[in-house]
Protein backbone atom coordinates (compact mmCIF):
# COMPACT_ATOMS: atom_id res chain seq x y z
CA UNK A 1 0.00 0.00 0.00
CA UNK A 2 1.53 3.22 -1.15
CA UNK A 3 -0.48 5.49 1.13
CA UNK A 4 -2.69 8.48 -0.28
CA UNK A 5 -1.21 9.88 -3.42
CA UNK A 6 -2.24 13.81 -4.47
CA UNK A 7 -1.38 15.30 -8.34
CA UNK A 8 -0.09 17.37 -9.12
CA UNK A 9 1.44 18.32 -6.23
CA UNK A 10 2.10 21.80 -7.32
CA UNK A 11 -0.32 23.84 -9.55
CA UNK A 12 0.54 27.63 -10.77
CA UNK A 13 -2.28 29.25 -12.75
CA UNK A 14 -3.82 32.88 -13.88
CA UNK A 15 -6.72 34.18 -11.94
CA UNK A 16 -9.68 32.73 -13.71
CA UNK A 17 -8.89 29.72 -15.10
CA UNK A 18 -10.49 26.51 -13.92
CA UNK A 19 -8.20 23.62 -11.97
CA UNK A 20 -8.63 20.31 -11.13
CA UNK A 21 -6.82 18.06 -8.52
CA UNK A 22 -6.59 14.21 -7.86
CA UNK A 23 -7.02 12.12 -4.78
CA UNK A 24 -5.98 8.41 -5.12
CA UNK A 25 -6.78 6.85 -1.11
CA UNK A 26 -5.49 4.11 -0.14
CA UNK A 27 -7.04 1.06 -1.20
CA UNK A 28 -10.18 -0.32 0.72
CA UNK A 29 -10.82 2.85 2.77
CA UNK A 30 -14.43 4.11 2.83
CA UNK A 31 -14.18 7.72 3.65
CA UNK A 32 -12.21 10.19 1.86
CA UNK A 33 -11.72 13.94 2.68
CA UNK A 34 -10.28 17.27 1.31
CA UNK A 35 -8.76 20.20 3.44
CA UNK A 36 -7.58 23.60 2.61
CA UNK A 37 -4.75 24.98 4.49
CA UNK A 38 -3.53 28.52 3.64
CA UNK A 39 0.21 29.59 4.72
CA UNK A 40 0.90 29.70 8.29
CA UNK A 41 -2.70 28.14 9.59
CA UNK A 42 -4.15 24.67 10.31
CA UNK A 43 -6.27 22.86 7.78
CA UNK A 44 -9.76 23.67 7.32
CA UNK A 45 -12.09 21.12 6.31
CA UNK A 46 -13.77 21.22 2.70
CA UNK A 47 -16.11 18.15 2.30
CA UNK A 48 -15.76 13.99 2.86
CA UNK A 49 -17.44 11.09 0.90
CA UNK A 50 -18.73 7.82 1.95
CA UNK A 51 -17.67 5.51 -0.91
CA UNK A 52 -19.11 7.75 -3.83
CA UNK A 53 -21.52 9.81 -1.98
CA UNK A 54 -20.54 13.16 -1.02
CA UNK A 55 -22.25 13.67 2.55
CA UNK A 56 -21.26 17.06 4.04
CA UNK A 57 -19.73 20.23 2.18
CA UNK A 58 -18.19 23.30 4.42
CA UNK A 59 -19.50 26.65 4.00
CA UNK A 60 -16.45 27.28 3.01
CA UNK A 61 -16.84 25.24 -0.38
CA UNK A 62 -18.71 28.22 -2.51
CA UNK A 63 -19.79 26.93 -6.06
CA UNK A 64 -17.12 27.63 -7.99
CA UNK A 65 -15.70 24.58 -6.00
CA UNK A 66 -17.16 20.72 -6.60
CA UNK A 67 -15.86 17.55 -6.22
CA UNK A 68 -16.70 14.21 -7.45
CA UNK A 69 -15.34 10.19 -6.14
CA UNK A 70 -16.89 8.24 -9.03
CA UNK A 71 -17.37 4.68 -8.27
CA UNK A 72 -15.79 5.53 -4.60
CA UNK A 73 -12.09 5.32 -5.67
CA UNK A 74 -10.21 8.54 -6.71
CA UNK A 75 -11.64 11.90 -6.02
CA UNK A 76 -11.05 14.83 -7.96
CA UNK A 77 -11.99 18.74 -6.22
CA UNK A 78 -12.11 21.38 -9.40
CA UNK A 79 -12.33 24.84 -8.55
CA UNK A 80 -14.16 26.93 -11.72
CA UNK A 81 -12.49 30.74 -12.02
CA UNK A 82 -9.95 30.77 -9.78
CA UNK A 83 -9.41 33.94 -7.15
CA UNK A 84 -6.38 34.75 -5.89
CA UNK A 85 -7.83 33.85 -2.33
CA UNK A 86 -7.53 30.32 -3.67
CA UNK A 87 -4.09 30.19 -3.63
CA UNK A 88 -3.58 27.21 -0.64
CA UNK A 89 -2.80 23.64 0.18
CA UNK A 90 -5.11 21.81 -0.96
CA UNK A 91 -5.06 18.28 1.34
CA UNK A 92 -6.90 14.94 0.78
CA UNK A 93 -7.26 12.29 3.57
CA UNK A 94 -8.57 9.14 3.97
CA UNK A 95 -9.69 6.75 6.56
CA UNK A 96 -11.80 3.19 6.99
CA UNK A 97 -14.57 4.81 8.07
CA UNK A 98 -17.45 3.71 10.40
CA UNK A 99 -15.89 3.60 13.92
CA UNK A 100 -12.05 3.75 12.22
CA UNK A 101 -11.03 7.26 13.58
CA UNK A 102 -7.63 7.56 11.96
CA UNK A 103 -7.10 10.02 9.01
CA UNK A 104 -4.46 9.22 6.33
CA UNK A 105 -3.16 12.63 4.30
CA UNK A 106 -1.91 12.82 1.51
CA UNK A 107 1.28 15.07 0.78
CA UNK A 108 -1.21 17.98 -0.54
CA UNK A 109 -1.43 19.99 -4.05
CA UNK A 110 -0.09 23.62 -3.51
CA UNK A 111 -2.16 26.08 -5.74
CA UNK A 112 -1.51 29.45 -6.39
CA UNK A 113 -3.52 31.69 -8.40
CA UNK A 114 -1.56 34.63 -9.86
CA UNK B 1 -19.55 24.78 16.53
CA UNK B 2 -16.44 23.13 17.66
CA UNK B 3 -12.89 25.08 17.97
CA UNK B 4 -9.48 24.58 19.36
CA UNK B 5 -6.59 26.76 20.06
CA UNK B 6 -3.12 26.57 20.21
CA UNK B 7 -1.52 29.57 21.70
CA UNK B 8 1.72 28.85 21.05
CA UNK B 9 2.47 29.50 17.61
CA UNK B 10 6.56 28.80 17.77
CA UNK B 11 8.10 26.72 20.69
CA UNK B 12 12.35 25.86 20.91
CA UNK B 13 13.77 22.96 22.62
CA UNK B 14 17.43 21.51 22.97
CA UNK B 15 18.04 18.22 21.38
CA UNK B 16 17.11 15.44 24.33
CA UNK B 17 15.43 17.83 26.61
CA UNK B 18 11.44 17.84 26.92
CA UNK B 19 9.16 20.10 25.70
CA UNK B 20 5.04 21.07 25.87
CA UNK B 21 2.91 21.95 23.33
CA UNK B 22 -0.30 23.69 24.52
CA UNK B 23 -4.06 23.24 23.08
CA UNK B 24 -7.39 24.00 24.00
CA UNK B 25 -10.85 23.20 22.84
CA UNK B 26 -14.20 23.95 22.99
CA UNK B 27 -17.23 21.61 22.81
CA UNK B 28 -20.59 21.07 23.89
CA UNK B 29 -20.15 17.40 23.17
CA UNK B 30 -18.97 14.58 25.58
CA UNK B 31 -17.53 12.22 23.45
CA UNK B 32 -15.01 13.10 20.75
CA UNK B 33 -11.10 12.35 20.28
CA UNK B 34 -8.37 14.61 20.56
CA UNK B 35 -5.55 13.89 18.03
CA UNK B 36 -1.43 15.66 17.54
CA UNK B 37 -0.31 15.78 14.14
CA UNK B 38 2.88 16.61 12.80
CA UNK B 39 3.81 18.11 9.78
CA UNK B 40 7.80 18.19 8.58
CA UNK B 41 8.09 20.59 6.15
CA UNK B 42 7.23 19.57 2.72
CA UNK B 43 6.04 16.58 4.05
CA UNK B 44 3.01 14.85 4.44
CA UNK B 45 0.88 15.49 8.05
CA UNK B 46 1.36 12.16 10.01
CA UNK B 47 -0.61 11.32 13.02
CA UNK B 48 1.36 11.33 16.11
CA UNK B 49 -0.76 10.22 19.24
CA UNK B 50 -4.79 10.36 19.31
CA UNK B 51 -6.97 10.50 22.85
CA UNK B 52 -10.21 8.90 23.48
CA UNK B 53 -12.65 11.26 25.27
CA UNK B 54 -13.94 8.80 27.39
CA UNK B 55 -10.55 7.19 28.37
CA UNK B 56 -9.34 8.88 31.49
CA UNK B 57 -5.68 7.43 31.09
CA UNK B 58 -3.74 9.47 29.23
CA UNK B 59 -2.48 8.28 26.13
CA UNK B 60 1.67 7.34 25.34
CA UNK B 61 3.31 6.47 22.32
CA UNK B 62 7.20 6.19 22.99
CA UNK B 63 8.83 9.55 23.37
CA UNK B 64 4.68 11.01 23.02
CA UNK B 65 2.77 11.55 25.96
CA UNK B 66 -0.43 13.50 26.53
CA UNK B 67 -1.97 15.34 29.23
CA UNK B 68 -5.78 15.13 28.84
CA UNK B 69 -8.28 17.54 31.25
CA UNK B 70 -11.37 16.76 29.91
CA UNK B 71 -12.95 18.85 32.57
CA UNK B 72 -10.58 22.10 31.30
CA UNK B 73 -10.34 21.07 27.98
CA UNK B 74 -7.37 21.16 27.75
CA UNK B 75 -5.09 18.55 25.59
CA UNK B 76 -1.55 18.86 25.67
CA UNK B 77 1.49 16.90 24.32
CA UNK B 78 4.44 16.34 25.80
CA UNK B 79 7.81 15.30 23.69
CA UNK B 80 10.62 13.76 25.77
CA UNK B 81 14.20 13.44 24.98
CA UNK B 82 13.36 15.61 21.76
CA UNK B 83 15.57 14.42 18.45
CA UNK B 84 16.29 16.65 15.11
CA UNK B 85 13.90 15.36 13.33
CA UNK B 86 10.73 16.48 15.75
CA UNK B 87 11.10 19.88 14.05
CA UNK B 88 7.41 20.27 12.28
CA UNK B 89 4.35 21.91 12.60
CA UNK B 90 2.32 19.87 15.56
CA UNK B 91 -1.67 20.35 14.88
CA UNK B 92 -4.07 19.56 18.04
CA UNK B 93 -6.95 18.17 16.33
CA UNK B 94 -11.11 17.44 17.44
CA UNK B 95 -12.85 15.44 15.84
CA UNK B 96 -16.47 14.08 17.21
CA UNK B 97 -16.94 10.00 18.04
CA UNK B 98 -17.40 7.59 15.38
CA UNK B 99 -20.90 6.40 15.00
CA UNK B 100 -22.37 5.41 11.55
CA UNK B 101 -23.61 8.90 10.51
CA UNK B 102 -20.69 11.10 12.08
CA UNK B 103 -18.56 12.51 9.08
CA UNK B 104 -15.48 12.44 11.69
CA UNK B 105 -13.87 15.29 10.31
CA UNK B 106 -11.40 17.15 11.71
CA UNK B 107 -11.23 20.38 13.59
CA UNK B 108 -7.50 21.66 13.20
CA UNK B 109 -5.94 24.38 15.60
CA UNK B 110 -3.53 26.78 14.32
CA UNK B 111 -0.51 25.00 14.78
CA UNK B 112 2.92 25.45 17.17
CA UNK B 113 6.35 25.27 15.13
CA UNK B 114 8.96 23.42 16.97
CA UNK B 115 12.49 24.29 16.84
CA UNK B 116 14.83 21.81 18.07
CA UNK B 117 18.30 23.05 18.59
CA UNK B 118 21.56 20.67 18.10
Known amino acids: DTGVSQNPRHKITKRGQNVTFRCDPI?????LYWYRQTLGQGPEFLTY????????KSRLLSDRFSAERPKGSFSTLEIQRTEQGDSAMYLC????????????FGPGTRLTVT | AQTVTQSQPEMSVQEAETVTLSCTYD???????LFWYKQPPSRQMILVIR??????QNATENRFSVNFQKAAKSFSLKISDSQLGDAAMYFC???????????????FGGGTRLMVKP
Open chain 1, 93 to 104: ASSLGQGSYEQY
Open chain 1, 27 to 31: SEHNR
Open chain 1, 49 to 56: FQNEAQLE
Open chain 2, 27 to 33: TSESDYY
Open chain 2, 51 to 56: QEAYKQ
Open chain 2, 93 to 107: AYSLSGNLNAGNMLT
